[in-house]
């Protein structure tokens, strides 16, 4: 190393750690002192910074993971060399999380960029074992669906209409009678319609401006029942001779960059103005799956327009709104058949 002033704060820092480490009596030469050629970084946080640089995810999931580095293993031991970074260490460090209200469900997020950074180092041979490798999930409780029944969706519609601009109503309306993810409604481009046949197709997702493949990485077609279609013929003189996106920003003439502004401006002054409960903009979604679903539609064919990879998911989300389709029908025929298999009074002799 060149001896610039930069260079010598590194190797005093790197005197401090190996004398610390022999006073430990941890001290591994390998990991200060990497074979000839083997670049290694001095520290966790260095190295952490290299694995970021490497990934081509999403840009909400770059982010995600430098807010978990940051946000808990930086301050936890990111002055720390990689290899002398035990599970104790990590175990200590979710405590504290924990201990200062993080969520079981946030943690977890975190470790998936903790995992990612042991795992790059142990591909490159800078170490022989994950310290995460025994790290395990916290159980965490997921929210059940909470959505909006048949009178509550008239009423958030009809308070909108009132209040504010048609495109808003619009956009609010088709995610009612279509289900799809807000982030599959603001991609969703006249192209992908065909108005002949009452179809959409599902291919993008917008997660601030970037867009993306589906949440399941698969392509699908949804019906547009005629709800939905009534609200394309609405919405056509206002975004239609632009070719791009069917939902805009009133506000600013342009295509949504994410949900965030419908759910602060139109979606919880909506609900609170009616005395609705609040909850999330994501529930218009569960709302069109859990009326389908009471109406008892088939649940292959919600999942299919709800883009579920597999139909087990919507009938483990949905368990409440299938069990209550039936309105006692499989209830009262288990009672004829168990009924049938009572035994009967009479002589016993």
């Known amino acids: 190393m060149e001896p610039t002033p930069a260079n010598m704060k590194a190797a005093h820092r790197l005197m401090s750690q190996v004398q610390a480490a022999i006073a430990a009596g941890v001290y591994e030469p390998s990991t200060f002192f990497p074979k000839e050629g083997q670049q290694t970084p001095a520290t966790f946080k260095e190295f952490g910074d290299q694995w970021l640089e490497t990934l081509t995810a999403a840009k909400s999931t770059r982010r995600?993971?430098?807010?978990?580095?940051?946000?808990?293993?930086?301050?936890?031991?990111?002055?720390?060399?990689?290899?002398?970074?035990?599970?104790?260490?990590?175990?200590?460090?979710?405590?504290?999380k924990a201990k200062g209200g993080a969520t079981g469900k946030t943690?977890?997020?975190?470790?998936?960029?903790?995992?990612?950074?042991?795992?790059?180092?142990?591909?490159?041979?800078?170490?022989?074992?994950?310290?995460?490798?025994?790290?395990?999930?916290?159980?965490?409780?997921?929210?059940?669906?909470?959505?909006?029944?048949?009178?509550?969706?008239?009423?958030?519609?009809?308070?909108?209409?009132?209040?504010?601009?048609?495109?808003?109503?619009?956009y609010f309306e088709f995610a009612f009678n279509t289900g799809m993810r807000p982030s599959e409604l603001i991609a969703l481009a006249w192209g992908n319609i065909d108005m002949r046949r009452h179809r959409a197709l599902i291919d993008a997702a917008r997660v601030d401006w970037e867009d993306k493949g589906t949440k399941t990485g698969k392509v699908r077609e949804i019906d547009l029942n005629d709800a939905a279609m009534a609200v394309l013929t609405r919405q056509k003189p206002h975004t239609f001779l632009a070719g791009g996106e069917?939902?805009?920003?009133?506000?600013?003439?342009?295509?949504?960059?994410?949900?965030?502004?419908?759910?602060?401006?139109?979606?919880?002054p909506t609900l609170k103005a009616l005395g609705i409960r609040q909850r999330d903009?994501?529930?218009?979604?569960?709302?069109?799956?859990?009326?389908?679903?009471?109406?008892?539609?088939?649940?292959?064919?919600?999942?299919?327009?709800?883009?579920?990879?597999?139909?087990t998911t919507t009938l483990n989300v949905y368990a409440r709104w299938i069990e209550s389709a039936d309105k006692g029908a499989e209830a009262a025929k288990a009672n004829a058949i168990l009924s049938n298999n009572r035994p009967r009074a009479g002589n016993n002799s």
């Open 107 to 170: 943690i977890n997020n975190h470790l998936v960029a903790l995992r990612g950074v042991f795992d790059m180092a142990k591909a490159d041979g800078l170490l022989d074992a994950s310290p995460a490798a025994e790290i395990g999930s916290l159980p965490h409780q997921t929210p059940e669906p909470d959505p909006l029944d048949h009178d509550e969706m008239a009423l958030v519609l009809a308070r909108m209409a009132q209040r504010f601009d048609a495109q808003v109503v619009n």
């Open 281 to 311: 903009a994501y529930q218009v979604r569960h709302t069109y799956a859990s009326l389908l679903l009471t109406g008892g539609i088939n649940p292959a064919y919600i999942a299919k327009q709800l883009g579920h990879a597999k139909v």
């Open 246 to 268: 069917v939902f805009h920003n009133p506000k600013t003439g342009r295509p949504w960059a994410d949900e965030q502004v419908q759910r602060r401006r139109y979606w919880t």
């Open 64 to 96: 995600s993971y430098k807010t978990a580095l940051n946000a808990t293993w930086y301050p936890a031991f990111g002055d720390k060399p990689l290899g002398q970074i035990k599970h104790s260490d990590i175990a200590k460090a979710i405590a504290a």
